[in-house]
């Protein structure tokens, strides 16, 4: 099926841990972009990506790592997990202009014990 | 940068009344766009509704419409009629003419008193 996928859907890691979070479209999109969803906070942006090869810093990308070697995926790594990291994580992407908004996957939660 | 205010933590309205949920923004850019989206218990985020910032009139999606002051930075929206499926978390969102993201509000968490 077209659209944004994420897995895993749940994920519970431990402190100190690497875990990678999966993100794959279908759209063909060129941009590509990670948030976290926190209480209070909204939705932040982590990374984002304008093409294969491209990423760049978002609002808070300390302690992730991306990387975008196929326009598809856009995986997200966790190098060395914290408490704080624990959150609903957001795959979205949009096309050469955003005007017609963001299609999002359907979110990661992840919690690290 | 952008920055978006969603100043309302909560609104509770009783079925089949209307309700506005308050949304102010801040941005340099002269061509940018805002977007309203709705993100229920399924955690999914679905578009309600978007304004391009160069049109003047207001976006209207069958019950959701929006006031869109721009002189004030304001974008509230409206839902009418509202229905118990309408209960969610609604967050406002700007994007302006670069390449990086979506800056959205806290939210606004919709409950619908049947």
């Known amino acids: 099926d077209a659209g944004i996928t994420q897995s895993p859907r749940y994920k519970i890691t431990e402190t100190g841990r690497q875990v990678t979070l999966m993100c794959h479209q279908t759209?063909?999109?060129?941009?590509m972009f990670w948030y976290r969803q926190d209480l209070g906070h909204g939705l932040r942006l982590i990374y984002y990506?304008?093409?294969?090869?491209?990423?760049d810093k978002g609002e808070v990308p300390d302690g992730y790592v991306v990387s975008r070697s196929k326009t598809e995926n856009f995986p997200l790594t966790l190098e060395s997990a914290t408490r704080s990291q624990t959150s609903v994580y957001f795959c979205?992407?949009?096309?050469?202009?955003?005007?017609?908004?963001?299609?999002f996957g359907s979110g990661t939660r992840l919690t690290v014990v | 940068a952008q920055t978006v205010t969603q100043s309302q933590p909560e609104m509770s309205v009783q079925e089949a009344e209307t309700v506005t949920l308050s949304c102010t923004y801040d941005?340099?850019?002269?061509?940018?766009?805002l977007f309203w989206y709705k993100q229920p218990p399924s955690r999914q985020m679905i578009l309600v509704i978007r304004?391009?910032?160069?049109?003047?009139q207001n976006a209207t999606e069958n019950r959701f419409s929006v006031n869109f002051q721009k002189a004030a930075k304001s974008f509230s929206l409206k839902i009418s009629d509202s229905q118990l499926g309408d209960a969610a978390m609604y967050f406002c969102?700007?994007?302006?003419?670069?390449?990086?993201?979506?800056?959205f509000g806290k939210g606004t968490h919709l409950i619908i008193q049947p």
């Open positions: 979205a992407s949009r096309g050469s202009t955003g005007r017609y908004g963001y299609t």
């Open positions: 759209w063909s999109h060129s941009y």
């Open positions: 990506s304008a093409a294969a090869d491209i990423t």
């Open positions: 941005t340099s850019e002269s061509d940018y766009y």
């Open positions: 304004q391009e910032a160069y049109k003047q």
């Open positions: 969102a700007s994007l302006g003419g670069g390449a990086d993201g979506l800056t």
